[in-house]
């Protein structure tokens, strides 16, 4: 099927989970101060051009049963082509997610900026969890839909979201600070996101904070990742000093002080609950919506 091929004219994107110690196309800016805005991601004109047969992984053979592998072009606009960084960085993050599932009980989990299903084929395992993902790549999300759907039914769902993104998306139509996540108001037991508020200027980070406040549980768990400003001569060597600035950078990459990150996320109601340190090449956060009394 010539999936990205017939939705040439809809690309929208993002890159998911970046590798470890590496974010596709920050190389870009290596040497240069922060730019104010980042350039359209290359991806995207290599893959309105594909004209692929299937966008499934060639390499493999598949069994009926079995759940296929996205292609190279798919793991690239998400996270990385490389196979062994896409597979260990689902495992990674489905496995911290386990840790701050409810136990003994079916489980409802948002994927925020879900990509090409890089975690999801690995929570696919636990019969408890359902799952709701969404993402601004549109042909992502319809391989998904495809793939998951044949296996896992309702359990499984990918809802595609046209957000304005001069980097990721260009055509994009729907403003991100005003995106309704696509779950009820507290149906959510843990919302995870890899890799998405490293590309998400301030006031779309109060409304993916908002948001998520808005879906959580009574003292249901968000994972969010982060780049901190100690990473700016990491991504940007020839930046000064960050001084007083508490968020540094633009779509490509952000980076934003943890105590500030926490602050943000107090200011709409969810409280740090732990700090589980590094995963992927990125600091992790858990937040919690406070029981109700």
């Not at 051009?49 to 592998?69: H, K």
């Not at 496995?95 to 090409?116: E, S, W």
């Not at 968020?247 to 709409?268: S, T």
Request: with cysteine; aromatic share 10%; proline share 7%.
């Amino acid at each position: 099927m010539k999936l990205i091929s017939k939705l040439k004219k809809r690309l929208a994107g993002k890159v998911g989970a970046p590798l470890p110690d590496h974010v596709p196309g920050v190389e870009d800016a290596a040497g240069q101060a922060v730019p104010e805005v980042a350039q359209p991601a290359h991806w995207l004109a290599v893959a309105a051009t594909d004209e692929q047969e299937d966008d499934n992984d060639q390499g493999f053979s598949y069994n009926p049963v079995e759940l296929p592998l996205p292609n190279e072009k798919l793991r690239a606009a998400v996270s990385g082509p490389d196979l062994s960084h896409f597979l260990y960085i689902g495992h990674a993050w489905a496995t911290i997610c386990a840790n701050y599932l409810p136990p003994q009980r079916q489980v409802l989990v948002l994927d925020v900026g879900c990509g090409v299903g890089k975690m999801a084929r690995s929570l696919a395992l636990n019969p408890s969890v359902h799952y709701v993902g969404f993402d601004i790549y549109l042909p992502a999300i319809m391989w998904s839909r495809r793939e998951f759907s044949r296996l896992y039914g309702e359990r499984f769902r990918f809802e595609h979201f046209d957000g304005q993104s001069a980097m990721y998306n260009p055509n994009g139509v729907v403003p991100i600070e005003t995106y309704l996540f696509p779950v009820e108001d507290s149906s959510v037991d843990l919302a995870l996101g890899a890799s998405i508020f490293t590309h998400l200027y301030e006031k779309d980070m109060k409304h993916y904070f908002a948001e998520t406040a808005r879906v959580l549980k009574p003292g249901g768990i968000a994972l969010y990742s982060i780049h901190t400003l100690d990473e700016l001569q990491t991504f940007f060597p020839q930046s000064s000093d960050p001084g007083d600035k508490k968020i540094i950078g633009n779509e490509q990459v952000m980076l934003i002080d943890r105590d500030y990150f926490i602050e943000l996320a107090r200011d709409y109601g969810l409280r740090l609950h732990e700090l589980p340190g590094r995963l992927c090449g990125q600091e992790v956060v858990a937040f919690q919506k406070p029981e109700t009394r």
